[in-house]
């Protein structure tokens, strides 16, 4: 099977922080601004989240100490923030497990969609009352940025001749921060290992039965056991081979060369999220919290228990 090119367009398009590029529009009316509109508009965004933004504070909070346990940061200073996407411009690519992408998980939270829509108002106006503000600049830069195809170490490097290390202070900016660190470990993550070589490395536990083969044609079907499966079949069987195999589960994907690389993304999410389901209930099962709610030790035997094995043939 020829490898696909890597680009990062689906990636970047397919939900992560698409609610919140979705606000860097342009139009409306002015708007004297009191404090930086990147708070105001932060706020905004916050209060679309459950418990009045708390929900949005909490996984923010969580991923932040995520990044500081693994040695990504030093500390939550704003130096720091901004000397990681330093590195990240500079070619350092980030290694860290798929399942603790931020973007995976900032999707499961609910939203009220008309507060987003306020939000975008607010925006607007924002951005039309200075067209010199940093929150401007950094509108058009990402803006750009969605037009091309550009990695990781683009991305970083871009929004660094926009944003100060005053800026890094700024939740908004944050958030941003956040979905180049996923643009980044997910550019190491796809690159997956070969079934032989997780053989090799003692990763296959049992004779075969534990491998799911899943092949994704140029018509963007999905094949399953010579069956064509629909995405909503694909969760179940994916649920249900995790629970029946549990720390042996591995699953094959094979695509053919024309495939678009957004469908590919949309496979590896489907899979991982499938996992993350099935690894939430059975935190609620066992230690009474939600998967995000569990200590470093509980997550990590959880993380065994139903590890996210996705290789290539």
Request: glycine share 4%.
């Amino acid at each position: 099977m020829k490898k696909l090119p890597f680009t990062t367009t689906g990636y970047r398009l397919s939900g992560l922080f698409l609610c919140l590029i979705s606000l860097l529009l342009f139009s409306g009316m002015g708007l004297a601004q009191e404090s930086r509109p990147e708070d105001k508009l932060f706020e905004c965004i916050r209060g679309a989240y459950p418990n009045a933004g708390l929900s949005l504070d909490s996984l923010m909070l969580s991923f932040e100490g995520e990044l500081i346990e693994e040695g990504l940061l030093e500390t939550n200073s704003a130096t720091d923030y901004r000397g990681l996407l330093q590195q990240i411009a500079s070619g350092q690519r980030i290694i860290r497990p798929v399942e603790r992408n931020f973007g995976r998980r900032f999707l499961l939270l609910d939203k009220d969609s008309l507060i987003y829509l306020d939000c975008r108002d607010m925006q607007s106006k924002l951005l039309s009352a200075n067209e010199e503000s940093t929150l401007y600049r950094f509108a058009i830069t990402k803006n750009n940025l969605l037009q091309q195809e550009a990695s990781a170490s683009v991305e970083a490097a871009s929004l660094l001749e926009v944003l100060s290390v005053t800026d890094f202070e700024l939740p908004y900016y944050r958030l941003f921060t956040y979905y180049i660190i996923d643009m980044s470990a997910t550019e190491v993550s796809l690159e997956l290992p070969s079934l032989a070589q997780l053989q090799a490395a003692g990763g296959l536990q049992s004779s075969g039965a534990n491998v799911l083969r899943i092949y994704l044609n140029e018509e963007q079907q999905l094949v399953v056991n010579d069956n064509i499966y629909s995405w909503e079949q694909l969760k179940e069987t994916i649920s249900a081979h995790i629970l029946q195999f549990q720390k042996d589960a591995v699953y094959v994907l094979e695509v053919e060369s024309d495939v678009k690389y957004s469908e590919l993304i949309r496979l590896k999410d489907e899979i991982a999220l499938s996992i993350t389901t099935v690894r939430n209930n059975y935190a609620r099962s066992r230690f009474n919290k939600t998967f995000m709610e569990l200590n470093p030790e509980e997550t990590a035997l959880v993380n065994r228990q139903f590890p996210i094995l996705i290789v290539s043939p």
